[in-house]
């Protein structure tokens, strides 16, 4: 009798656990407990809040457009995916198959679309594969972020509060980007800015950094240790460029109204100079134009 009572004991906890894991997914907060290799999936974007995208020796390509569902897909023979849900979380990871000897010119690509009333969080990561991001008409997110290694990084029309990219080797190339606050983390390559605004952050080891601000109205830091910067300046506006290097040339052909130059520093003031423009590289040119 004893140990009738006693095996009821143990088995209790486990009975309990089973019921709460039925209990979740009925309730649709689990949805997926591991991962599932698929060729492709669809969710409707009411039930993601956060999405995460990651690849391993595979391009990603993420497309804005106008439809009802997030959809991703597997392109060629030579890669896989896989998907997992939990809660408001979706992930989705693609890999490249072993022993990929007869496809050498078929690269594996993870394409996800995204319907452009989705605005929540994305984020995208990579290790040996490029990251294609593509706004259409207009990607807008709470928070977007981008990390690669070993691979170029190109994104164009999003909109977005909080936008961090890192790139560890490989090219950074951003168009038409509105964010409240972006940083950029970079440790080798070239970082391309073009016509951004907001809050920026830019931090590059070794490379180069072209960027062209499409308004003033936030502070702007750019840091580079070896390499250029040339930064374009908005028309019109209030702001104050401080830009210091310790070996090299700062080439001013900006029309400011008011300059200061003494040694590798230069001021330059345009209108009431209200926002800060600070451009600082160890060694290397910069250019404002």
């Known amino acids: 009798m004893k140990r ?8 209790a906890p486990v009975l309990i656990c089973c019921l709460f894991l039925v209990k979740e997914v009925f309730a649709g907060r689990l949805f997926l407990l591991y991962e599932t290799e698929s060729v492709s999936a669809s969710v409707p974007p009411h039930a993601v809040k956060s999405l995460s995208v990651s690849s391993e020796q595979t391009d990603v390509k993420i497309i804005a457009e106008e439809r009802n569902d997030i959809a991703a897909n597997m392109t060629g023979p030579a890669g896989k995916m896989f998907v997992q849900s939990r809660g408001k979380t979706l992930n989705l990871k693609a890999k490249e198959k072993g022993f990929q000897f007869l496809n050498l010119f078929q690269r594996p690509l993870l394409i996800v679309r995204i319907p452009y009333e989705y605005h929540q969080d994305i984020t995208v990561q990579t290790s040996g ?3 294609s991001v593509d706004g259409n008409k207009g990607l807008s997110l709470a928070h977007f972020g981008v990390r690669s290694v070993s691979g170029n990084i190109s994104l164009k029309h999003v909109k977005t509060d909080v936008f961090k990219a890192k790139g560890l080797s490989g090219d950074l ?41 499409e308004t003033a109205n ?6 580079l240790a070896s390499g ?24 001013p052909s900006y029309s400011f109204e008011k300059t200061s130059k003494e040694g590798g520093t230069f001021t330059g003031m345009k209108g009431s ?14 250019a404002l134009q």
């Open 218 to 223: 936030a502070p702007v830091s750019v840091r």
């Open 129 to 131: 594969g490029s990251i």
């Open 273 to 286: 100079g209200a926002r800060p423009i600070d451009i600082k590289v160890t060694s290397g040119n910069i």
């Open 173 to 213: 190339e951003a168009a038409d980007l509105a964010a409240k606050t972006a940083e950029v983390r970079s440790s080798s390559g070239h970082t391309g800015l073009h016509h951004v605004t907001g809050a920026l952050d830019v931090r590059v080891a070794s490379g180069s950094v072209d960027a062209s601000l």
């Open 4 to 11: 009738k009572i006693a095996k009821g004991l143990m088995a």
């Open 228 to 251: 250029s910067a040339a930064i374009s300046l908005p028309k019109d506006g209030n702001f104050t460029v401080n830009a210091e290097t310790a070996s090299g040339r700062i080439q």
